[in-house]
């Protein structure tokens, strides 16, 4: 079993709609958690960083840590056709440590 | 612009052949990181290194090695490449003496070993 879990879709969904996406993991020593975006043929860049439990909102983005439930989440609202790309869940244990990959989601907003 | 070059941006290499992947950095980040990014798997860690004239290795550094001589720059070669090597390679690097330790991604390369 990996240490990071996360579907890896693809979703399709129309632009306007509300997007989930998961990450469950097994090491309950994780603190840091990230979202990274990577469009095609493209490298991955960071989109949103939380430390430990809680919810933190930049724009249509929200991510949510659950570290009880060792489960986290990004909802994006209003998605767009510029938000179609790979979204990968990434943790590590230290600040400064290795980070630990999902599998990334695959999602496509059509107009 | 500040940021990671990577080279060559893809290359078909024949089996049993060496090749050294490159990777430089301006923004004077401390750590560098190689991943190997295959479908169905995410990225996973080859090498990285917390500073330079220091290496580790990650999750899959078989049949890879790596050297950091100086800030800037953090080659990997294949010694002798197999095709389970048929990846896209990404080089990374983070500032990690401290802050949100973002780590930041070159634009890859795609390699396809025959």
């Known amino acids: 079993q990996k240490e990071v879990e996360q579907d890896p879709g693809p979703l399709s969904v129309p632009e306007g709609a509300i997007v989930s996406l998961n990450c469950t993991y097994s090491n309950s020593a994780f603190q840091y958690f990230m979202w990274y975006r990577q469009y095609s043929r493209k490298g991955p860049e960071l989109l949103m960083y939380?430390?430990?439990?809680g919810n933190k909102e930049d724009g249509r983005f929200t991510a949510q840590v659950d570290k009880s439930s060792k489960y986290i989440s990004l909802f994006i609202r209003d998605s767009q056709p510029s938000d179609s790309a790979t979204y990968l869940c990434a943790m590590s244990v230290d600040q400064g440590g290795k980070l630990i990959f999902g599998q990334g989601t695959e999602l496509s907003v059509k107009p | 612009i500040a940021g990671i070059t990577q080279a060559p941006t893809s290359q078909i290499l024949a089996a049993g052949r060496r090749m050294t992947l490159r990777c430089t950095q301006d923004?004077?980040?401390?750590?560098m990181y190689w991943y190997r990014q295959d479908l169905g798997l995410g990225l996973r860690l080859i090498h990285y290194s917390n500073t330079a004239g220091t290496t580790g290795k990650g999750e899959v550094p078989d049949g890879y090695s790596v050297s950091r001589a100086n800030t800037d720059d953090f080659p990997l070669t294949l010694a002798s490449a197999v095709p389970s090597q048929t990846s896209v390679y990404f080089c990374?690097?983070?500032?990690?003496?401290?802050?949100?330790?973002?780590?930041?991604f070159g634009p890859g390369t795609r390699l396809t070993v025959l």
């Open positions: 990374a690097s983070s500032d990690a003496s401290g802050g949100t330790d973002t780590q930041y």
């Open positions: 939380t430390y430990s439990s």
């Open positions: 923004m004077r980040h401390n750590a």
